[in-house]
């Protein structure tokens, strides 16, 4: 399958299937900018102090890692296999059925309900082991 058949007609106002994906491999280039400069910048501390020499500057630890940041999502965009599961994984996103805001109240609602249902059932259930253990351990 070719990108543009993959691609969507998008309502006014929405991104469409190419640019939501095109933007998540924005932010995983982001991603491995920070992780990658990190990386870099603990690696040559690390270096640094074992081998008592200079420490590199943090702007050359961020260039580096935008560098590899962007290598690594460049690759990662241009695999078929990758590429293809990120346009299948959109393409079953907008087909989702999203809950609208009253769905969305009741079923909190209902979780916050539950949680307090299942506290209590469990506060009742320690005290009573804790009464129970503490007349054994009296002995």
């Known amino acids: 399958?070719?990108?543009?058949s993959q691609e969507t007609t998008a309502a006014p106002g929405d991104l469409g299937t190419h640019r939501r994906v095109q933007f998540a491999f924005m932010a995983?280039?982001?991603v491995f900018v920070l992780l990658a400069g990190k990386v870099v910048g603990g690696v040559a501390d690390l270096v640094s102090e074992k081998f008592d020499t200079a420490t590199l500057p943090p702007t050359a630890a961020t260039a580096i890692g935008v560098v590899v940041g962007a290598i690594g999502a460049y690759l990662l965009y241009r695999n078929d296999g990758v590429r293809r599961f990120s346009f299948d994984v959109a393409g079953e996103l907008q087909r989702v059925k999203?809950?609208?805001r009253e769905e969305?109240?009741?079923n909190?609602?209902?979780v916050i309900v539950t949680s307090v249902i299942a506290a209590v059932i469990l506060f009742a259930f320690?005290?009573?082991w804790s009464a129970i253990t503490d007349q054994i351990y009296k002995f």
Do not use: K, L, N, R
């Open 98 to 100: 999203w809950p609208d």
């Open 1 to 4: 399958m070719s990108e543009t």
């Open 108 to 110: 909190t609602i209902v």
């Open 126 to 128: 320690d005290y009573t």
């Open 104 to 106: 969305t109240w009741s």
């Open 28 to 30: 995983i280039a982001g």
